[in-house]
């Protein structure tokens, strides 16, 4: 069984917007995991996107991110999601759900305990 599953990621025309979903199994949240996405292009690094606490009050985005992106968290159906608007090419990227145990939020892939598969996010102009 796997922890982390993301789904969502397609071609989009830039300007455009998109949403991913990452489902997680139960034992995430019942341990208070908290949660976020990352990416990465081709020939780069993984990087940081967003991120939630557990409870879900708390969030952090990259700078690049920060008002563009969206990410919300549903206990009960045991999912993160990644609201995405004004894409732009440069947002091309796989896109991982990541959970971890930091104490407050996941910002960094040392901290990542369990990585999704990815979903591919293409954006075209």
């Known amino acids: 069984q796997e922890e982390l599953v993301e789904s969502g990621g397609r071609l989009v025309q830039a300007g455009g917007s998109l949403t991913l979903l990452c489902e997680a199994s139960?034992?995430?949240?019942?341990?208070?995991?908290?949660m976020s996405w990352f990416r990465q292009a081709p020939g780069k690094e993984r990087e940081f996107v967003a991120a939630i606490s557990w409870s879900g009050a708390s969030t952090s985005y990259a700078d690049s991110m920060e008002g563009r992106f969206i990410i919300s968290r549903d206990g009960g159906k045991n999912a993160i999601a990644l609201q995405m608007r004004d894409l732009e090419p440069e947002d091309t990227a796989v896109y991982y759900c990541?959970?971890?145990?930091?104490?407050?939020?996941?910002?960094?892939?040392?901290?990542?305990?369990?990585w999704g598969q990815g979903t591919q996010v293409t954006v075209s102009s």
């Open positions: 990541a959970a971890g145990r930091a104490p407050s939020l996941v910002t960094a892939a040392s901290e990542v305990d369990y």
């Open positions: 139960t034992s995430v949240f019942t341990i208070r995991y908290s």
